[in-house]
């Protein structure tokens, strides 16, 4: 059974840092992408983050772009978020995904969330 | 605000149907695909839908996914009480090299 079990929430001063981890299991950790999807209190879903497989290509939303550092330890089947300088805006539940991405023979793109974890919580205190 | 449009709310009485759409631009669903997440209250989100029109085992056939163009809905058919949820779609935006979802639907059973 896959699960991702997140880790490293919990309340920060405005400017400071925080690292999130996700443990994987159950699955190939290395043969696929990873992501970041936080949800700020009673709003939607914003995508923070993704990582290849190998860990050598990394995106980030505009929003959090020079600021936050998504990692991986293949050896350790563990996600990283590294959040830096960071805002009352940042306030959210974070949650590490499973991601299933590739082109299929018409050269379509899919990328989606495959699996969730249940999320942790950081607060930015202003 | 979302790269992705979704209505905030959709209603509909039990047995009854409901379609909730998502548009999108050339740079996202016109060019790739589609995927539907349900977030139950109070839990993380589970993929519903995939490839557009694809369901996970787990996902009951009442549930299914449409794409045309930049546009992509999802029909929900005998709904039942247990299906109020939050419903987002999402997909890649290649212009902006990101993931990115819409900003969410309520589905309320009357």
């Known amino acids: 059974e896959v699960q991702l079990l997140e880790s490293g929430g919990g309340l920060v001063q405005s400017g400071g840092s925080l690292r999130l981890s996700c443990a994987a299991s159950?699955?190939?950790?290395?043969?696929?992408?990873m992501s970041w999807v936080r949800q700020a209190p009673g709003k939607g879903l914003e995508w923070v983050s993704g990582i290849s497989g190998s860990g050598g290509s990394t995106y980030y939303a505009d929003s959090v772009k020079g600021r936050f550092t998504i990692s991986r330890d293949n050896s350790k089947n563990t996600l990283y978020l590294q959040m830096d300088s960071l805002r009352a805006e940042d306030t959210a539940v974070y949650y590490c995904?499973?991601?299933?991405?590739?082109?299929?023979?018409?050269?379509?793109?899919?990328?989606?969330?495959?699996?969730w974890g249940k999320g942790t919580t950081v607060t930015v205190s202003s | 605000q979302s790269v992705l449009t979704q209505p905030p709310s959709v209603s509909a009485a039990p047995g009854q149907e409901v379609t909730i759409s998502c548009s999108g631009s050339s740079s996202n669903i016109g060019k790739n695909y589609v995927s539907w997440y349900q977030q139950l209250p109070g839990t993380a989100p589970k993929l519903l839908i995939y490839?557009?029109?694809k369901r996970p085992s787990g996902t009951p056939d009442r549930f299914s996914g449409s794409k045309s163009g930049t546009s992509a809905t999802l029909g929900i058919t005998g709904l039942q009480t247990g299906d109020e949820a939050d419903y987002y779609c999402?997909?890649?935006?290649?212009?902006?090299?990101?993931?990115?979802f819409g900003g969410g639907t309520k589905l309320t059973v009357l």
């Open positions: 490839e557009n029109n």
């Open positions: 999402g997909t890649w935006d290649s212009s902006l090299s990101a993931g990115v």
């Open positions: 995904a499973k991601v299933s991405s590739g082109y299929d023979r018409a050269w379509f793109y899919y990328y989606y969330m495959a699996v």
């Open positions: 159950g699955f190939a950790f290395n043969s696929y992408d």
